[in-house]
């Protein structure tokens, strides 16, 4: 079995004047959740759309689940919801899992014994039979979502998966990724909302201008991205350079030092170093960066416009 | 496999739109109308002594009836298969069955099956009506009943000529919006429509430059080509003979015209399933 649910390298699509994507290169462990994160036009949703092979890259390769994107196979064990969910609105809820699970392949028995199970895991039971014309902004998404799981498989693209939903559907959208990564099941989200990635996302990708700027593990966020906040007093700048072993960077404004360090473990020896440095320290408070900061640090606030 | 899938919801997004039981029901309003209108006018013709005369008025009343159900027919056929794939592209629908483990051939393919079993349903119940009408009031009223020459000759080039439009119609889906399409395929057959007036005028004015301006038209867009052969296998020789019209065919397309149009046809669908199968959605 491969390695990755996704690889892709040098992926390059233009439209006409528009370079959407300039030199994608992506690996995305198979069992793992995995977050697609950048701003409005950074290339997300062309990224999708030739992992799924509704689009052609101008350049560079990108393979799923083993086989080249898009292969009539590989889609056979791939669910995935659209950022604007848009479907035969004339069928009902169970009609459209019936008509979904038959382009599946599915035999008819097995069918009509999971389309239930489907609408009611997206709480849709009670409107199993209304025409999804009728259907809420919210409802379309759950039941988008139930058809992007009918097939069990290995690799799940969601494009903002919870927009539209309520509170109650967020956490329904956090469980379901949750159960499907225990199922062992590669989730790939792309997501605005970075506080629904921080808690359901393994890893994550900035993407921006087209191209990946930067790969983190989330796991090792709380740990690995830190900055203190230290208020000292008779301390100088002389003393910064000093702190280079345990602080990646060092700013002093006034009484106000503001470190950024690799661990908490490290603040023993920093303070120990300040002491001796003849500061009189009032106040240390670690501060854990949030995704949103590492975010706007990585991607910048210009939003990549 | 998924061909026939999609043929099957393409059935059934007509019936559950209504679109196929309000085209049925609207075929089944002219049908009425048109034995209304022969009615009468058998009954005012049966009593004059000349049965020929008689009888060649039925005739063009039976080619009238026979091309009116071939222009609605072709508007049939652009206006229910025109929004199919530029629609689904345009809102984003094609993308949820695009990328199911279906072949995007097959998609397209069973669009097409679902429209031609649309249409063949609807010239069956349209030509079948006109034909059976004439036929049984004639034989009441002259005591011997009128049909058309060849009919079933007849009834597969209408619908080739329909089968002509479709995959036309499929063809422009794959580049241009909903609107654009029907306007480029109806504009098409208006150009093959005047063409071949112009072909069939010069033929009776003994002038072959118009002629060839006929036939330039209908290598352009064969379908009339196709409407002027069925006329000629259907008509009665007698009245072909009292001049020209939409019903008669001074300058009769050729078997290689009708070859042409097959392969022109083909074609179409060949390039729609192409260009439908690599282009971005």
Same mark, same amino acid.
Request: one cysteine or more; aromatic letters at 8%; hydrophobic letters at 50%.
């Given at each position: ?21 300039r ?6 462990p198979r ?14 949703t ?16 990108a ?48 069918l ?11 709480g849709?039971t ?47 959208v ?9 199922r062992?099941a ?18 994550v990708a900035?993407?921006?201008?087209g191209e ?45 030092l503001?470190?950024?360090v ?12 300040l002491v ?6 009032y ?13 706007l640090r ?8 | ?15 559950r739109?209504?679109?196929l ?7 089944a309003?002219?049908?009425? =109308? ?55 592209? &345009?809102s ?8 199911k483990?279906?072949?995007?051939w ?6 097409w =099956? ?53 995959n ?5 889906g794959t ?23 112009v072909?069939? &005028? ?13 036939i ?18 259907m ?9 020209f ?16 149009a097959?392969a ?18």
């Open positions: 079995m491969q390695q990755f649910a996704i690889q892709t390298r040098g992926l390059r699509k233009v439209f006409g004047e528009k370079v959407a994507l030199n994608l290169s992506l690996e995305v069992g793992e959740v995995f977050g697609f994160l950048g701003p409005n036009g950074a290339g997300k062309t990224a999708m759309k030739i992992l799924l092979g509704l689009a052609a890259p101008t350049e560079g390769r393979v799923v689940l083993g086989r080249a994107a898009g292969d009539v196979a590989a889609r056979r064990q791939i669910g995935f919801l659209p950022e604007h969910f848009r479907f035969y609105d004339w069928l009902t809820a169970a009609e459209l899992l019936q008509l979904y699970g038959r382009l599946y392949g599915m035999p008819a028995g097995p009509r014994q999971r389309v239930p199970a489907f609408l009611d895991l997206v849709l009670p409107h199993r039979d209304q025409r999804l014309r009728e259907f809420s902004k919210g409802m379309l998404q759950r039941i988008g979502l139930a058809q992007a799981l009918l097939n069990d498989p290995e690799l799940i693209l969601l494009d903002e998966p919870t927009s539209g939903l309520d509170p109650v559907g967020r956490r329904l956090r469980d379901i990724i949750k159960a499907q990564r225990e062992g590669t989730v790939f989200l792309n997501s605005h909302l970075l506080s629904e990635v921080e808690i359901t996302c393994d890893r900035f993407i921006k201008h990946v700027l930067e790969t983190r593990e989330l796991r090792g966020l709380a740990e690995g991205a830190l900055q203190v906040a230290i208020r000292a007093r008779k301390l100088t700048g002389e003393s910064l350079p000093g702190l280079s072993p345990w602080a990646s960077s060092a700013r002093l404004e006034g009484e106000r503001t470190l950024e690799s661990s908490t473990d490290v603040l023993p020896e920093v303070l120990r170093y001796a440095q003849g500061a009189d320290v106040e240390v408070i670690p501060q854990r960066i949030s995704l949103e900061e590492l975010f990585i991607i910048g606030t210009d939003g990549g416009l | 496999m998924g061909a026939w899938i999609m043929a099957g919801v393409t059935f059934r997004e007509a019936a739109k209504k679109i039981w309000l085209a049925l029901a609207a075929g309003g002219f049908l009425a =109308l048109f034995a209304t209108g022969l009615y009468f006018n058998l009954k005012d013709l049966a009593v004059r002594p000349n049965h020929l005369m008689a009888r060649a008025g039925i005739n063009s009343l039976l080619m009238l009836g026979l091309y009116a159900v071939d222009g609605l027919a072709v508007a049939m056929t652009v206006m229910i298969s025109a929004d199919t794939l530029s629609g689904e592209i &345009a984003g629908t094609i993308q949820a069955v695009a990328t483990p279906v072949a995007r097959e998609v397209l393919l069973g669009k =099956l679902g429209f031609v079993g649309m249409l063949t349903l609807y010239l069956a119940m349209m030509v079948g009506g006109v034909s059976g009408l004439t036929y049984a009031l004639s034989a009441h009223f002259l005591r011997a009943g009128v049909t058309p020459r060849h009919l079933l000759l007849g009834t597969c080039l209408i619908w080739l000529e329909c089968l002509l439009m479709l036309l119609t499929m063809l422009c580049a241009f919006s909903t609107l654009t399409n029907a306007v480029l395929a109806l504009g098409m057959h208006g150009i093959a429509f005047i063409g071949g007036w072909e069939q &005028a010069g033929a009776f004015t003994h002038s072959p430059r118009a002629v060839n301006v006929g330039v038209a209908s290598v352009l867009m064969p379908s009339e080509s196709l409407w002027r052969r069925a006329v000629y296998e008509q009665s020789p007698v009245v072909s003979a009292f001049g019209g939409p019903f008669n065919a001074e300058s009769i397309p050729s078997g290689l015209m009708v070859a042409y097959a022109y046809l083909t074609f179409a669908l060949g390039l729609a399933l192409h260009r439908f199968a690599h282009r971005d959605l």
